[in-house]
């Protein structure tokens, strides 16, 4: 790793719960720019609420604590406002939007971040030039553009959708949650490879997962394990495959106790 | 997102709701013989009409206002309604744009129909309908090297009175129904189209219809003939000045087309909704109805409702060649106290007739929005099919939506499909665009234009676009 820097995005003691029920219990985390970090852990540990918590989702209500990016509190901004100073979710169940156009959500949000920046908006040629240099490294057939945003996609197909979005968008903190979940051996790298090309000294990538075999091809920095609303684990990634062979009960019990 | 949050983003201004202060011809409210004479006295008809609007005044006595539909309202007393109002003019009207009323002129801009520009950029012919008298018509020179007529109701009264006795009111006659027959009894103007045999109408047609003196009832009529062969398509959008009281509008629109003859039929309709509390708007009574008359003839009707207090519209079509088709697609959207019952009629006669029907329905606020539609297949519509397909859109708590379909299927060999369907925004297509920094307003624009994607392509380009914009407008403040 390049010499310590201020942390791009800094958790302290976040707690928060969903429906009444606490399932954030403290989870304090610090990602500096450059770095790539996996967040492992149980069904149930928290690991997508923490990825909801720090995008905004309504419904996902923060108890204490704090969350900053960049040096601003994240949690005071609106969901769209963390989107465009930069923040981006992939999600575990990308959402169908019927009748919407995939390329028109996309340029609609390109440009959306674009205006916030003080940049000219792309028009329509200059937009279909980007994303296109962008679907052949998805393997991404060009007529998904002008289909309906993740509209009768398979789980394969939504999550490519998902990570060539995220290479438009180019944001500077990626939240993947289970990206890798329901793909199979040929799209996973593709989706790796995806994830990889975004890697760089001004970006973070957060990647939740519950399985290691997507840190194979994203080799992270960090790994931390999520369990109860805790991080109880922390290290290389070496950890990783630790939790390949032990699972995470080992680990579980330790938080509980 | 939260409800007040979404309710804010709803409620945006009607933007058309200024008044053209002009001198307007208006006769004293109430309805008897002698106003339907007067009427037809100004428009100079033959014999035939005035007698035709007697006969239709004469039936209207014997009839009772419908309420059968799932619609509220006080009583409209029908004394109290001017039925006859124009803007004073020097002479006998406009010769050209350079005569019409600069204030007139005004008035189409505001809306958006600059009729010099637009009209020649977009190689749309437009027929102004103010108030009861057609103020100017473009385009008419080169539609008439094409052989098409086009021109104000009350001009062909003059040039085509042939034609009009042939046609007139043999789609939707004097007898059809309380607001049709009040229509036919003292409506002023319209647009008149007739298309000869074989011939594609060379633009599409436009009528910009708009209500503005205050008190009065429009009654337009509009008639459009495609002989055999011909193609027309013909577009409607309609505007109106906001006022506390509400106003009446009852127009029938008639369409006939010949063998093989095809006509596209389409509104954007955004008469004055009311305020957010139900006061005033536009009721909109309206019938409109076109006959397949002949073999493989088509039409299609494509409506955006957006407007009006009330509306009271079923496009229907009467299949009565063999193989003709029929479609009806539908976006209609009530938000703050908006009623609609709407929908469709396909009455299907002739052998091998199809017919389409693709309705979507969005309420908002406490809108109440029905869809009504009649499915007919007759012993002799043989191998008749009709595919319906009918979604409604919630947004917040207090609308509501309502399914009325109706079949009579008399033909054993006749298929019929119905689909429906009833959603709401949901909170994850929302989060989801919001978390690609798209703004709620513009999400849940994209989300309800997704929804109305199938209806909206069918309607010409720049009507397309105009009708995502008024969504996008009526839409301020609805969701939750």
Redesign the interface.
């Known amino acids: 790793m390049s010499e310590p820097s201020a942390p791009m995005l800094e958790i302290r003691d976040l707690h928060a719960r969903v429906g009444g029920q606490p399932v954030l219990k403290g989870v304090s985390l610090s990602v500096r720019a450059g770095e790539v970090h996996a967040i492992m852990g149980p069904n149930g540990s928290g690991k997508s609420t923490l990825a909801y918590v720090l995008a905004g989702r309504p419904g996902y209500e923060v108890i204490s604590g704090s969350a900053s990016f960049e040096g601003r509190d994240l949690l005071a901004l609106a969901p769209e406002e963390r989107a465009r100073a930069g923040l981006f979710l992939g999600f575990q169940y990308p959402v169908e939007i019927p009748g919407v156009n995939n390329a028109y959500l996309l340029k609609t949000a390109l440009n959306a971040a674009r205006r916030e920046h003080g940049l000219a908006e792309l028009d329509a040629f200059e937009f279909l030039a980007l994303v296109r240099s962008k679907t052949q490294l998805m393997h991404i057939d060009e007529s998904f553009l002008g289909r309906g945003v993740n509209e009768g996609f398979s789980g394969g197909e939504k999550k490519r959708n998902e990570i060539l979005q995220m290479l438009v968008l180019e944001p500077k903190l990626a939240l993947l949650d289970e990206t890798d979940s329901g793909l199979d051996i040929d799209a996973l790298k593709v989706v790796a490879n995806g994830v990889n090309s975004l890697r760089c000294a001004e970006r973070c990538i957060v990647l939740v997962t519950h399985y290691q075999r997507l840190l194979d091809h994203v080799v992270p920095d960090f790994v931390h394990v999520l369990a109860r609303g805790r991080i109880v684990r922390s290290g290389d990634r070496t950890l990783a495959l630790e939790l390949e062979r032990r699972g995470y009960d080992w680990l579980s019990e330790q938080a509980a106790a | 997102?939260?409800t007040p949050e979404l309710n804010a983003l709803v409620n945006r201004g009607y933007q058309h709701g200024f008044v053209t202060d002009i001198d307007a011809d208006t006769v004293p409210p109430g309805l008897d013989e002698s106003v339907v004479r007067l009427i037809s006295r100004k428009k100079k008809e033959p014999q035939f009409l005035l007698d035709w609007r007697l006969r239709a005044l004469q039936h209207w006595y014997t009839m009772r206002e419908p309420h059968w539909a799932q619609l509220h309202y006080p009583a409209i007393d029908y004394n109290a309604i001017s039925y006859y109002s124009a803007p004073k003019q020097k002479g006998d009207g406009p010769k050209s744009l350079a005569d019409v009323d600069p204030k007139l002129l005004a008035t189409y801009d505001r809306l958006g129909v600059p009729l010099h520009e637009r009209a020649r950029l977009a190689g749309v012919a437009v027929d102004a309908v103010f108030d009861s008298v057609s103020v100017a018509t473009t385009f008419k020179e080169k539609l008439s090297a094409a052989g098409v007529i086009f021109c104000p109701f009350s001009e062909a009264v003059q040039k085509h009175p042939a034609l009009l006795e042939q046609y007139l009111g043999t789609v939707v006659p004097y007898t059809d129904n309380f607001y049709a027959t009040l229509n036919s009894a003292v409506f002023t103007d319209g647009s008149f189209v007739y298309v000869p045999p074989g011939v594609r109408c060379p633009m599409e047609l436009s009528t910009y219809f708009r209500i503005n003196a205050a008190n009065t009832g429009q009654f337009e009529r509009t008639l459009i003939i495609a002989d055999a062969g011909s193609y027309v398509s013909y577009l409607e959008g309609c505007t109106a000045p906001m006022r506390d009281e509400n106003q009446l509008h009852a127009a029938v629109v008639e369409l006939i087309a010949l063998d093989d003859a095809r006509i596209k039929y389409s509104t954007v309709q955004n008469w004055y909704p009311g305020d957010e509390q139900g006061r005033g708007g536009i009721y909109n009574f309206v019938t409109k109805r076109g006959e397949c008359r002949g073999r493989n003839s088509h039409i299609s009707w494509t409506q955006v409702e957006t407007g009006s207090a009330i509306t009271w519209k079923y496009p229907s079509c009467i299949l009565r060649g063999e193989n003709s088709i029929g479609e009806f697609y539908s976006v209609a959207l009530t938000n703050n106290y908006q009623q609609a019952d709407t929908g469709t009629k396909m009455i299907h006669i002739g052998a091998n007739t199809r017919s389409t029907i693709v309705s979507k329905g969005i309420s908002a606020g406490h809108g109440q929005n029905a869809y009504r539609g009649l499915v007919k297949i007759l012993p002799s519509a043989t191998g008749a099919r009709n595919f319906t397909q009918c979604d409604s859109l919630l947004m917040g708590k207090h609308c509501g939506a309502h399914t009325f379909p109706y079949l009579e299927v008399r033909n054993p060999g006749a298929t019929v499909e119905h689909e429906a369907s009833t959603s709401r925004i949901?909170?994850?297509?929302l989060?989801?665009?919001?978390?690609?920094?798209?703004?709620?307003e513009?999400a849940v624009n994209?989300?309800v234009?997704?929804?109305?994607?199938?209806v909206f392509k069918e309607l010409p380009m720049e009507f397309a676009v105009e009708a995502q914009n008024l969504l996008a407008v009526s839409l301020e403040g609805a969701v939750g």
Request: charged share 25%.
């Open positions: 997102m939260s949901s909170e994850d297509q989060f989801y665009c919001l978390q690609r920094g798209i703004e709620a513009d994209m989300i234009s997704g929804f109305c994607r199938s």
